[in-house]
Nanobody
Framework: VQLAAFGGGLVQAGGSLRLSCAVT????????MGWFRQAPGKERDFVAA????????HYADSVKGRFTISRDDANNIVHLQMNSLKPDDTAVYYC????????????????WGQGTLVTVSS
């Protein structure tokens, strides 16, 4: 299985970006999908996750109301719409998958994409 994240870039504070993660090689609908981020010198933090049927989502407090996670099971892709971006959102963003439950902990996700860099300028 492969997870490929894309859509990162440079954006000014207050702007928007949409990240996407394409999944190949396994049945996408069997996985909970999550997004994590890692800023330089910091640990990898949970951002958002979405259940297998897409009926439940969970967000870190720092992104609630600004970010939206969604999934397209027909095309095996998960999106992270990021609005009202702040310089503190600057990080490498990773998509991840686990077959079990909606969990906010990186150690519970066994499948990871390569990461895409988001830089928010002030």
């Amino acid at each position: 299985v492969q997870l490929a994240a894309f859509g990162g870039g440079l954006v000014q504070a207050g702007g928007s970006l949409r990240l996407s993660c394409a999944v190949t090689g396994r049945t996408f609908s069997n996985y909970v999908m999550g997004w994590f981020r890692q800023a330089p010198g910091k640990e990898r933090d949970f951002v958002a996750a979405i259940r297998k049927r897409g009926d439940t989502t969970h967000y870190a407090d720092s992104v609630k109301g600004r970010f939206t996670i969604s999934r397209d099971d027909a095309n095996n892709i998960v999106h992270l719409q990021m609005n009202s971006l702040k310089p503190d959102d600057t990080a490498v963003y990773y998509c991840a998958a686990n077959p079990f439950a909606l969990l906010p902990t990186a150690s519970h996700y066994g499948l990871w994409g390569q990461g895409t860099l988001v830089t928010v300028s002030s």
